[in-house]
């Protein structure tokens, strides 16, 4: 049965396949790569190491030593090794996923070099392993690339004709409406994700398509089913070019070229059906009843492990054998930008193109603008957290026991001297408690870090959209926890001033949430392990703590650490909360002898203390009796040293904090998460 030569749904009409004519012949392509060297330092060690002088002279160790070869559209283009032969480091030279300056050696399509915006505007790379969002389906999962990666001149409908398309070509749609699923949650199986995995990078129907071991890891007819469907996409007009650990014999079948690589050097090119010849005239000839793929792969684990040569003898056999058996292929290409101009016309969907007449040049660095990458992202983020309401609604339960034990360990706080100490410690657990609950967003980016790198290495959409909807979507839970924690403590601990006091302080609340998931958004960027975050997290903010002017006040911090001060996410809450509580210059807190509580004098008896206050007044010149205040709240803000800053600014400069971190947010994602090896 004729197909249309495509394996997603063509943009244009159908008239031409209704109509019986002969399916049209690819466009032409050919992937060319000659003498690609690449190699490492050996002792550089971890970045603290790296700073320290070393005894030992620099080594390098070759990943890539000359390594040539060509794989064209229609057909699959496997890369075999052992463990540690370079197959995933050359085919992240043609992916262009290697810095151009630590790479020798030159990578062409149709005789043009390949780098920077067109090679990811026409290639797309599936990573090893399955990097997918555990809630969403597989519908939802591809609908979601397809919003990213398809134009904007596209309408929804076609979107959604062109992701049930590319469901029945991967062979799920029994599983189309079954979430991905994870530890915690059953979903498809381990073959099914492998296809939506790759289902969401072919999305846009890729000119070029880099696969890392997209077998590994599954069984033998799920592994032969995903080779299938990659040889359908090669056939479509795309050049594939994958690795693979142990073909069988079925998948060797499927294969169009194979390129063997033996630490860094090639040791076979070539078809599979020239591994026998081969190896016969190697004289190791391969057994009838035998793997090819598996002795071949054998065969150079044995001669990796003699001394001294190793694979040289099979290499420089390789390569004269080659020169002896090269058979002169006449193949006609096009020039590049006439061929991807061709292959859009005839619906190949590069990302960005919108007009039959794209070429590269003018191909678009995004296919969306940047409101509608913000949207989806929002979109989807919420769908898959609200699968998960458990976890909202521990952060929810955690923050309300806090609130309830502090209510009730404050619980209808009186105004005198000892009131004002128990306020002092309530607001000082209050508002750091708020920056410690904000730790649960450490693992959201580090868990995220891997499908974010997958889709900003081929531009799905921009590094400032993903900061923007991620503080979006952290936005309205941190609303209803301010409103949980405020309503649970301000009236049982009997904080002051009334509706317009309790306003502010689910504002300062909130203000120090936002600010508290800004930080520690940002250090999930810097910080790459879960664990090694928590504690640099849960130590940051003892020191901000510690510099809050709870423990010492602002004036009476030694003047080299008093940069710390104002450095301290919980200073500006702390003071803001203060003057909003003590702010009322008429209210009392202390009146006659009560102003003795907590020195030796409140041990004596009352008559004592009247005849002390008298005395005291005496010498003021004043009356002063049981009645009299002595210290109001503007006394206390003046004994805490919190006067410099007044609440709203303490306020604005709360909120403006959780901005300048999401804005640090977005220059590590820009300057640290390049995706290339150096």
């Known amino acids: 049965m004729a197909t249309s030569g495509h394996i997603v749904v063509d943009v244009g009409t159908d008239e031409d396949a209704s109509a019986g004519q002969p399916p049209v012949a690819p466009v032409p392509y050919l992937l060319s790569f000659a003498d690609l060297s690449y190699s490492v330092n050996t002792n550089n060690g971890s970045w603290l190491t790296s700073w320290m002088p070393s005894r030992t002279p620099a080594t390098t160790r070759a990943l890539l030593g000359g390594v040539s070869g060509e794989a064209r559209e229609g057909e699959l283009f496997a890369v075999m090794g052992a463990s540690g032969s370079g197959k995933s480091t050359l085919v992240d030279a043609l992916a262009g996923r290697i810095a151009r300056e630590s790479l020798h050696g030159s990578v062409t399509l149709n005789g043009e070099t390949l780098h920077g915006r067109r090679l990811r505007a026409i290639s797309a790379y599936v990573m090893q392993d399955d990097l997918l969002y555990p809630m969403l389906t597989v519908r939802e999962t591809l609908m979601f690339a397809a919003e990213f990666r398809l134009p904007r001149a596209l309408s929804p409908a076609r979107k959604r004709e062109r992701v049930d398309t590319l469901i029945g070509q991967l062979g799920l749609t029994n599983a189309a409406d079954t979430v991905i699923g994870d530890e915690g949650h059953r979903g498809v199986s381990g073959g099914e994700r492998r296809r939506v995995s790759i289902g969401t990078d072919i999305i846009h129907d890729p000119i070029l398509l880099f696969l890392d071991e997209p077998t590994s890891g599954l069984d033998s007819a799920s592994a ?5 469907v990659l040889r359908d996409i090669a056939r479509s007009g795309s050049v594939v070019v994958m690795t693979i650990h142990q073909p069988s014999a079925r998948i060797l079948g499927i294969l169009g070229r194979l390129l063997l690589l033996s630490r860094g050097r090639t040791v076979y090119a070539g078809t599979p059906a020239g591994l026998m010849p081969f190896f016969s005239e190697f004289g190791r000839p391969i057994p009838h009843n035998e793997n090819p793929a598996e002795f071949a792969l054998d065969t150079i684990k ?10 040289a003898p099979l290499a420089d056999f390789n390569a004269t054998w080659q020169a002896e058996h090269r058979i002169m292929e006449n193949v006609t290409t096009m020039p590049l930008e ?20 794209t070429s590269s040049s003018s191909v678009p660095t995004f296919a969306n603008p940047l409101r509608v990458e913000v949207w989806v992202l929002i979109k989807r983020s919420f769908t898959n957290t609200s699968r998960m309401p458990e976890l909202f609604g521990m952060r929810l339960g955690t923050i309300m026991l806090t609130g309830f034990i502090l209510a009730t360990i404050f619980l209808r706080l009186d105004d005198t001297p000892k009131g004002v100490q128990e306020r002092l410690g309530f607001f000082a657990m209050g508002m750091s408690t708020m920056f410690y609950v904000c730790g649960d967003a450490l693992p959201v980016f580090v868990q995220e870090r891997h499908i974010y790198l997958r889709e900003t290495a081929h531009n799905a959409y921009r590094r400032i959209s993903y900061v923007i909807s991620n503080a979006v979507v952290s ?17 049982a601990v009997g904080l002051a001033g009334g509706g317009s006091s309790f306003m502010f302080f689910v504002l300062i609340i909130l203000a120090s949430l936002w600010a508290g998931s800004g930080f520690v958004t940002f250090l999930s960027a810097v910080v790459p392990h879960v664990m090694l975050g928590y504690t640099v997290v849960v130590a940051i903010l003892a020191y901000f703590l510690l510099f809050s002017g709870f423990f010492i006040n602002r004036d009476r911090i030694p003047a080299y650490w008093v940069w710390f001060h104002y450095m301290s996410l919980v200073k500006y809450p702390y003071q803001a909360v203060l003057q909003n509580e003590f702010g009322d210059a008429t209210r009392c807190f202390a009146r006659g002898i009560q102003m003795f509580d907590g020195t030796p004098i409140a041990g004596m008896t009352e008559a004592v203390k009247l005849k002390v206050l008298g ?6 010149g004043t009356s002063m009796t049981a009645t009299t205040c002595v210290v109001t709240g503007a006394d206390v803000l003046a004994q805490q040293a919190v006067t410099d800053l007044g609440k709203w600014m303490c306020l604005l400069v709360t909120a403006a904090f959780g901005f300048f971190f999401r804005a640090l947010f977005y220059v590590v994602l820009l300057l640290g998460s390049k995706n290339k090896r150096r």
């Not at 032969?224 to 299938?228: A, L």
């Not at 006439?338 to 007449?357: P, Q, Y």
């Not at 936005?475 to 309503?487: K, Q």
């Not at 005395?615 to 003021?620: K, S």
Request: no cysteine.
């Open 615 to 620: 005395a005291i007044g005496a010498t003021l």
């Open 338 to 357: 006439l061929a991807i101009a061709e292959s859009v016309h005839r619906g190949k969907l590069v990302a960005g193109s919108e007009t039959s007449g």
């Open 475 to 491: 936005f309205p839970p941190l609303v209803i926890l301010s409103l949980a924690f405020a309503v649970t403590t301000f009236f």
């Open 224 to 228: 032969f089913m995903v080779v299938q």
């Open 302 to 311: 044995e001669l990796e492990g003699q001394a001294p040569n190793g694979t």
